[in-house]
């Protein structure tokens, strides 16, 4: 099968830049427009992460206050532009962490990642060019001088541990000369200019609307490029690394407990549990293995095998869970992480929620992904996607499913042909999320 070509719906982000003078209430401003849109999917970025790590020299001369931290040289762009640059495209983003106490970057990172907007406010938000070339909307915030003093002084003592008479000093050093050589012709390349800041109800609609506006075409636009990976594999034969269940007595048997609407909650889960340790057993066989001779308990020798490198599993939450015993049962000590796709009520897509995974997956030799049913493939798709974003070859992964719609699988597959599929029956039609719902009892 072709490899198909699938963007996820946080792929392309929207990034809003937000500038202004110190003080003039960029990142209130950002918090009121995220919550104007109540959403999980937008996120702020500040500028402060992307100060330059100083030399000892100008280490002694920040503690005296005697450093301009206002000037675009003390921002490090090639950094900020790389990182906005992954975000943009969907990727993994690992941003640095800057202590103004310290006056230096800190060994931890802050991760962002799959945020479908993102709002970049600082001092210097759109005065890169490549910034500028990354902005979907550019704002300048504009508020009284006075003002802007007053709220950096509270900021700078309260927060950043610095006394007042260190303000004032750098407020007419650096700050306030900077802001007309290189902070307020920033004004002139904005697409809205906001005074007032957080009092500008108008301007906060506005841009909000501009957002939803946003949102609502990519949602379309995702939907669509469902529709068409449906399209293309809509009569194409299963893969080759799709793994069916061998259908023996034994499994139709379970087969017939389960989907019949009469079996008692206990014996379902007992039954279901029987057949997902059967789903991992047969996905182990996925996993490599070399020769190994052991000498037994008798004396004698044998030459056996053992597994390469280390096998995980990534639960997709809730259904995922009813996987876990059987996996448990196969593979007591398989280390686990966790994230969560919902369908959105709004728009009928999945939706990335939560994630949890863990730190070195990217070498692990096999990544087992448990879902209980696939229907259309929205949610796998978006599953096996967050996996390859941190660093997890698709040849290494290994979806572990009960039940799959054919449409739904050679729609993964057509995006994925590397990766493999462990799949107890698959069916022509789409149907409700059952399982988890007997599973579970809710």
């Known amino acids: 099968m072709q490899k198909a070509h699938y963007s996820p719906p946080w792929a392309n982000t929207s990034i809003i830049g937000v500038a202004g003078s110190s003080g003039s209430g960029k990142t209130s401003l950002a918090l009121a427009i995220i919550a104007e849109l109540s959403l999980p999917w937008v996120v702020i970025m500040s500028m402060d992460s992307f100060y330059k790590p100083l030399t000892p020299e100008q280490s002694e001369q920040a503690f005296r206050n005697e450093y301009d931290f206002d000037a675009p040289e003390a921002i490090d762009f090639e950094i900020l532009v ?3 640059r992954q975000i943009k495209e969907g990727k993994k983003a690992e941003l640095p962490v800057y202590s103004f106490e310290k006056h230096a970057r800190l060994e931890k990172t802050m991760t962002i990642y799959s945020p479908h907007v993102l709002i970049v406010e600082g001092i210097f938000a759109l005065h890169d060019q490549r910034v500028l070339d990354m902005l979907d909307l550019k704002i300048f915030a504009e508020a009284d001088s006075d ?3 007053s709220r950096r002084l509270l900021r700078d003592v309260q927060y950043r541990g610095r006394d007042i008479e260190g303000c004032i000093k750098q407020w007419f050093s650096f700050v306030k000369p900077n802001f007309h050589k290189y902070v307020e012709p920033q004004r002139e390349v904005a697409d809205i200019i906001v005074p007032r800041g957080i009092e500008n109800k108008v301007a ?10 946003t949102l609502a075409y990519k949602s379309k636009m995702h ?9 293309i594999v809509e009569d194409a034969p299963l893969s080759r690394n799709v793994l069916v269940l061998q259908q023996t007595p034994q499994v139709v048997g379970i087969h017939t407990l389960l989907m019949g609407g009469d079996v008692e909650r206990e014996d379902f889960i007992f039954y279901f549990d029987r057949i997902a340790a059967l789903l991992i057993e047969r996905a182990t066989e996925c996993m490599h293995y070399e020769p190994q001779t052991v000498e037994t308990p008798i004396g004698k020798t044998y030459a056996g095998l053992r597994q390469i490198g280390e096998t995980s599993a990534v639960v997709v939450l809730r259904g995922g869970s009813v996987l876990e015993t059987g996996l448990k049962r196969v593979i007591p000590d398989c280390r686990t992480g966790r994230m969560l796709i919902q369908t959105s009520w ?10 949890k995974l863990p730190d070195d997956i990217a070498t692990h030799e096999r990544v087992l992904l448990l879902g209980p049913q696939m229907s259309s493939g929205g949610a796998a798709l978006m599953a096996v996607r967050v996996l390859v974003d941190h660093g997890v070859p698709e040849e ?10 054919k449409l739904g699988v050679n729609r993964m597959m057509s995006v994925f042909p590397g990766m493999k599929v462990v799949v107890g029956r698959v069916v022509e039609d789409l149907e409700d999320r059952w399982i988890e719902r007997r599973y579970i009892g809710c």
């Open 204 to 213: 906060i609609s506005m841009v909000s609307d501009r957002i939803r506006k």
């Open 82 to 84: 790389e990182k906005l």
């Open 396 to 405: 290494n992964i290994v979806f572990v499913t009960y039940y799959a719609g």
């Open 346 to 355: 709004r728009t009928g897509e999945p939706e990335l929620h939560y994630r």
């Open 147 to 149: 003002l802007c003093l």
């Open 223 to 231: 939907q669509n490029e469902l529709k068409r990976l449906g399209k």
